[in-house]
């Protein structure tokens, strides 16, 4: 399967500021990705498609202006959550598939965590 | 949009005994059911799938069963180990790769 990695695996930011995750699939063409976010103990949530070269899908209730995704090329999405809050203090993770229904590759994940 | 109901939430085994995972959905044009299993602070790993045009299907000690017409599938572990141990969610496709979650089953298997 696709093999797909995430930097940072982890960080810690102040209030106010911005942080960037990039989402990397090494061996797969991805011209979607996805991003989900997982709170402690709690399911994994989608929160928008990254389409490449147009712009993202997001899920009802997530902030398009405080969730930004890029997905410049077929192997690189970042995730850009600005203005951090603590409540965004969570497990973000992303993921690549294939067409139609078939099986999601997950990145291993990035631990957010806003003071 | 599609729903995916999980239950139960916990569920604690024996060492050798079975357990059994259950996922209802909504959407009646969801084909594909994949399962995951999560540790802790890793991602998920899909352990099996099932594809609406199957039954049943089975890997070692892990068999998927769907009915269609009831809108349900569920996991079967069997002979559970320690290392079973972990958060498994079911999922529900009905679109280009879109997955839809259950909320999660913490399995604990006691030596």
């Known amino acids: 399967g696709a093999v797909v990695s995430q930097h940072p695996s982890r960080v810690i930011c102040k209030s106010g500021t911005s942080v960037k995750i990039e989402c990397r699939s090494l061996?797969?063409?991805?011209?979607?990705m996805f991003w989900y976010r997982q709170f402690p103990k709690q399911s994994l949530m989608l929160m928008a498609t990254?389409?490449?070269?147009?712009?993202?899908?997001?899920e009802q209730g997530v902030e398009k202006d405080k969730f930004l995704i890029n997905h410049a090329s077929l192997t690189l999405s970042t995730l850009t959550v600005t203005s951090a809050h603590p409540e965004d203090s969570s497990f973000y993770i992303c993921?690549?598939?294939?067409?139609?229904?078939?099986?999601?590759?997950f990145g291993p994940g990035t631990r957010l965590t806003v003071l | 949009g599609e729903n995916v109901e999980q239950h139960p939430s916990t569920l604690s085994v024996q060492e050798g005994d079975s357990a059994v995972i259950k996922c209802t959905y909504s959407?009646?044009?969801?084909?594909?059911f994949p399962w995951y299993k999560q540790e802790l602070g890793k991602r998920p790993q899909l352990i099996i799938d099932?594809?609406?045009?199957?039954g049943e299907k089975k890997d070692q000690r892990i068999a998927v069963t769907l009915n269609k017409t009831a809108k349900h599938f569920s996991l079967h572990i069997t002979e559970t180990q320690p290392e079973d141990s972990a958060v498994y969610f079911c999922?529900?496709?009905?679109?280009?790769?879109?997955?839809?979650f259950g909320k999660g089953t913490m399995l604990l298997v006691s030596p």
């Open positions: 993921s690549t598939g294939g067409g139609g229904a078939s099986e999601q590759f």
């Open positions: 061996d797969f063409q991805a011209t979607t």
């Open positions: 990254s389409n490449e070269g147009s712009k993202a899908t997001y």
């Open positions: 959407d009646s044009a969801s084909n594909y």
């Open positions: 099932i594809r609406s045009n199957v």
């Open positions: 999922a529900a496709s009905s679109g280009y790769s879109t997955l839809t």
